[in-house]
């Protein structure tokens, strides 16, 4: 997790890179893990005989999976702000899956911040827009905007 940052710089970050998430293996126990739980087991992301039939040649993850997979790139890059409570994801106000993440792909997330406001009793409505890149692949896997509230 990245070093505490106080409320007036996140603020001011506004139209920057907030923070970047390490690469993470996007491996086939993890697909299949994420069928299981999800209950999704179509045959593209945990048949690999049958996807390698198709133009994506192989098994790809779940497009919730790699969405999921953002909180804990998030948790792990992102500065916490100085003296929050809370932190709570407090939704999407849009999602878009640009491209297919392959198995065997290592990912990260990529956070800026889009707008940050004062609410209410002080907490802070922070706009993040979030992208999942894949390693080696120009274009994007995933671009969110993400709203998180922290509480102070």
Known sequence: MANPIDREALTAMTGQILAQSEWTLVDQARIDAFAEVSGDRQFLHVDPAQAAQTEFGGTIAHGMLTLSMMSGMAFEAM??????????????DKVRFLAPVPVGAMIRGQFTVQDAKVRGRGDLMVRVGAEVQVQGIDRPALRAEWLLLYSF
Not at 79 to 87: D, H, I, M, R
Request: include cysteine.
């Open 79 to 92: 500065p916490q702000v100085k003296g929050q409570s809370a932190c709570v994801n407090y939704g999407f």
